[in-house]
């Protein structure tokens, strides 16, 4: 079934080990053996290239600007490749506003038809102009500068991962299946079970043969800003970490204790007495279905948004901007005046004008999910 996994990291001159690290992460997931296709917008899309283009835009970069940001997106199962192309790119172009380059590879043939994935490179720049358009690198500092200034916020990793699930499963929604995915942590979701880790097809590999991995201590580089704070390097003991556990076993070890909870509730409703044995059952009932299905989130609101956008008694409070990608997923509300204090057709006209990358692809949920080409197979 489709699930929701979004990782994302930058590539930036002060912390690539080499240089044109970028340049060689695009020649790695275009590689034949993986790569089933390849989309790009505002950049080459053949694999020399892009290359080419990306060690030519690292070059004219500062000395310690951000060359890219990988994003990996695991794809729906239920979607086929021209849906997969049509969502990544409904994704891209509003993410970007249509402004700044981006590179997509598809991972769905060979090993990856079990799990099919997306690696998208970011640059972080207008085509045009050379100047940032989601101010991904930006940091606290840069950040309270810009809201002191009343500029727009940056765009934050929330609303990426909440861009995506919108996305996601308005494809699914097109496509006609009930499947969808959730982006906020099973806590957030109301659910009580415990997070599994990712195995992957090596580890699952491992185990089929016998092979049990070993953990060992890795010496790490630190980011840019605990290297201000402290040595250039830690060292992370994996051991203390997974107890000795390997992700299978680990896993393992949940649905055992998942398995157990239920077969206590199980036997605690055999003994209970007739006359709350309908109470009983659909209190069980209750709880195993929060346990094992998403709940509904089609009209659920967002009340930590809302309240932000405009507060608990309706009174739009002084707040901070927001970035334009939060505005387009959350549209401010109009303004209250009053119980019926204004007509329908007045409040309509009260409404803010859409945004630009509103205008040009519209809301999420009208994109034309099956309309984009199939992208051209360059893997040269």
């Given amino acids: 079934m489709a699930i929701y996994s979004l990782r994302m990291s930058a590539v930036g001159k002060t912390t690539q080990k080499q240089p044109f ?49 990988k994003v990996v997106l695991a794809l729906p199962r239920e979607l086929s490749l021209v849906h997969w192309q049509a969502l990544v790119t409904a994704f891209a172009e509003k993410l970007t506003d249509g402004r700044a380059a981006w590179f997509a590879a598809f991972h769905t043939k060979g ?88 195995e992957g097809p090596n580890i699952r590999s491992m185990q089929r043969r016998g092979f049990r991995p070993r953990s060992r201590d890795r010496v790490v580089r630190n980011s840019p800003f605990r290297r201000g704070q402290g040595p250039e390097t830690r060292i992370i003991r994996y051991g203390a970490i997974d107890k000795g556990m390997t992700r299978a076993e680990y896993n393992d070890a949940l649905r055992q204790q998942a398995s157990a909870e239920r077969s206590v509730v199980t036997r ?78 007045a409040a309509a006209k009260t409404r803010a004008a859409p945004s630009a990358i509103e205008r040009m692809l519209g809301p999420v949920e009208s994109l034309p999910l099956v309309s984009v080409p199939v992208a051209r197979d360059r893997t040269r």
């Avoid at 790569?35 to 053949?46: F, G, I, K, N």
């Avoid at 990306?54 to 310690?64: G, I, T, V, Y």
């Avoid at 099919?116 to 500068?145: N, Q, W």
């Fill in 21 to 69: 690290t970028a340049a060689a992460h695009l020649k790695y997931i275009t590689r034949t053996a993986a790569v089933t296709s390849v989309l790009a917008a505002r950049m080459p899309d053949s694999r020399r290239d892009a290359i080419a283009w990306l060690k030519r835009e690292e070059q004219a970069d500062r000395k310690n600007a951000r060359i890219i940001d």
């Fill in 111 to 198: 090993k990856d038809a079990d799990n099919p994935h997306c690696h998208l490179i970011l640059r972080d720049r207008d085509h045009e102009t050379g100047r940032r358009v989601m101010f991904l690198s930006a940091g606290p500092k840069e950040a309270g500068e810009r809201r002191r200034k009343g500029k727009s916020a940056p765009t934050t990793l929330r609303a990426i991962r909440e861009l995506w699930e919108r996305c996601a499963n308005a494809a699914l929604e097109v496509a006609g299946r009930p499947e969808r995915i959730d982006h906020r942590s099973l806590r957030a979701q109301g659910l009580s079970r415990a997070a599994q880790v990712h």
């Fill in 268 to 345: 605690l409703l055999a003994r209970a007495p007739a006359r709350r044995g309908t109470q009983a059952d659909n209190a069980v009932s209750r709880l195993m279905a929060r346990a094992d299905r998403l709940p509904d989130r089609a009209n659920a609101p967002r009340p930590d948004l809302l309240e932000r956008l405009a507060g608990p008694s309706g009174e739009s409070p002084e707040r901070a901007p927001v970035s334009p990608l939060e505005r387009a997923l959350h549209p401010t509300p109009l303004a209250r005046a009053g119980p019926l204090a204004r007509s329908a057709p």
